[in-house]
């Protein structure tokens, strides 16, 4: 079964949290992953991107708090956010670029 599964979100009052996307049931190595968040009343709006090869992206939004990373090895992608805002709250969604596979998300809540 192809298959994106998210962990690692939660309510934090600020701070660092890192997301992990365990993907199975597909060539992982061989593919773009993404980050991407969608807020109530919101569209997606991506958060990063890392190729095959490791290069990576980011928006002016999360630039220099975010920073995406992958572990072929293990078949997973992460997302290191720090300096969370309560803006940063949102369900964040990992994606297999190109084989359009989705995960079902993992929520993130920045209180106060």
């Known amino acids: 079964q192809v298959q994106l599964v998210e962990s690692g979100g939660g309510l934090v009052p600020g701070g660092s949290l890192r997301l992990s996307c365990a993907a199975s049931g597909f060539t992982f190595s061989g593919y773009a992953m993404r980050w991407y968040r969608q807020a109530p009343g919101k569209g997606r709006e991506l958060v990063g991107v890392i190729s095959s090869g490791g290069s990576t992206y980011y928006p002016d939004s999360v630039k220099g708090r975010f920073t995406i990373s992958r572990d072929n090895a293990k078949n997973t992608v992460f997302l290191q956010m720090n300096s969370l805002k309560p803006e940063d709250t949102a369900v964040y969604y990992c994606?297999?670029?190109?084989?359009?596979?989705w995960g079902q998300g993992t929520q993130v809540t920045v209180s106060s």
């Open positions: 994606y297999a670029e190109a084989r359009l596979i």
